[in-house]
Structure formats: C-alpha cells, structure tokens
Nanobody, 121 residues
C-alpha cells in the first residue's frame, strides 16, 4: 500500500492550500481516508476523515469551518482544502487509510510519508 501526499508548502496566514493524497495497493472505496498532523514537539493529531462512500466526514474542532475533506474514488485520491490558514496549522500533514470513525490512530491501517505545511504570520 502506498499513500503519496502532495500540495504542501509555505503560505501566509489567511491563505489557502490544497493537499492531495494518491493511494495505491488497496481497495480505495473500502477505506475511510483522512489526515492527521504533527507539529514540532507535539503529538500527532486528527484533522479530518471521510468514509469510503464519501457521504460522511468529520473534523477536528480546530479546523471545522476552515478545512474541507473530499475524495474521488475514481482517482483513488483524497483531498484536503485548507482555507483561512493560521500559524498554528503549521505541521507535517499525514494522509491515512483505515476504519471509521477515524478520529483515533487506533483506527489507522496505513500512513503516508507526510507533507510539510508552513503558515507564516
């Protein structure tokens, strides 16, 4: 199984980024997909998740209303649209595949390598 993230980078506060995660080696529609993040010196935390059908999603309170998760099962890809970015969103963002409700790492079967997101003030 391979999860390949892209779309990270440096952006000013208030700006936007869109992360993508291309999955291979798994039956994509059978897995919930989503994102976790890890800031320097902090534990990895849940950001957003979406069920295999794409009909249900959940978000961390810290990103609700600013981030939107979506998936394209025809392309085996999950996306994270991040708007109104804040310096505290700075972290390595990890794509993940697993089960629902996805909020805890115990539900995760596979991880990507991560992509850096840096938000400057």
């Amino acid at each position: 199984v391979r999860l390949l993230e892209s779309g990270g980078g440096l952006v000013q506060a208030g700006g936007s980024l869109r992360l993508s995660c291309a999955a291979s080696g798994l039956t994509f529609g059978s897995y919930a997909m989503g994102w976790f993040r890890q800031a320097p010196g902090k534990a990895r935390e849940f950001v957003a998740g979406i069920r295999g059908s794409g009909g249900t999603s959940n978000y961390a309170d810290s990103v609700k209303g600013r981030f939107t998760i979506s998936r394209d099962n025809a392309k085996n890809t999950v996306y994270l649209q991040m708007n109104s970015l804040k310096p505290e969103d700075t972290a390595v963002y990890y794509c993940a595949a697993g089960g629902w409700p996805f909020r805890d790492q115990i539900y995760i079967s596979y991880w990507g390598q991560g992509t850096q997101v840096t938000v400057s003030s």
